[in-house]
């Protein structure tokens, strides 16, 4: 992509022990693909220095990787964080943003704070999905079998909680 200019900077064979290969130690095959495609996209006719294309291949857009924008992600979330919402959710990563602000903290907090939550937590998934780690899958509907709770049961248990109390305060 550079010739002779990265020739001249960096040599022309990999080296293990190379300033670059300690600073892009640790990424993944995606995150360096990302870096590339944000290099071709800049068009810098010399090449960067190895921290700032670590930076770009850390730091892509979730338009970049086929997710909606963070605004359009935000909007979503608060929509489907209604309980009475359809919650048809366009990524799964839009989802684990949510779940991780807090379905309760979209709906009742000002904009201004759930919007700074939303924000931090799909911009983390978004580095989650570079790395390649698996965010957890949106739930289809409830398990087959769920326990139920009667009167009785929790009846029962408050009075071994009451008969324990009146021992200990004894």
């Known amino acids: 992509m550079y010739g002779h200019r990265w020739t001249a900077s960096f040599g022309v064979s990999a080296?293990?022990?190379h300033?670059?290969?300690a600073t892009l130690a640790g990424l993944t095959?995606?995150?360096i693909a990302n870096g590339l495609a944000g290099l071709v996209e800049r068009g810098?006719?010399?090449p960067p220095s190895a921290p700032d294309f670590r930076k770009l291949c850390e730091g892509a857009s979730p338009?970049?990787?086929?997710l909606p924008s963070t605004s359009a992600a935000y909007r979503e979330?608060?929509?489907n964080s209604h309980p009475a919402a359809d919650q048809r959710w366009s990524h799964p990563a839009v989802h684990h943003a949510a779940c991780e602000v807090g379905f309760s903290e979209l709906r009742s907090l000002p904009e201004e704070k759930s919007r700074l939550?939303?924000?931090r937590a799909y911009a983390v998934t978004v580095r989650m999905l570079l790395a390649g780690e698996v965010l957890r899958e949106i739930p289809k509907a409830l398990p087959a079998s769920v326990s139920v709770s009667t009167p009785e049961v929790g009846q029962a248990a408050l009075a071994a909680l009451r008969t324990r109390m009146r021992g200990v305060a004894a």
């Open 77 to 79: 979330a608060c929509r």
């Open 63 to 66: 338009e970049a990787l086929g």
């Open 117 to 119: 939550l939303f924000e």
């Open 29 to 31: 095959g995606a995150q």
């Open 15 to 17: 080296d293990q022990g």
């Open 44 to 46: 810098d006719e010399w």
């Open 19 to 21: 300033a670059w290969a």
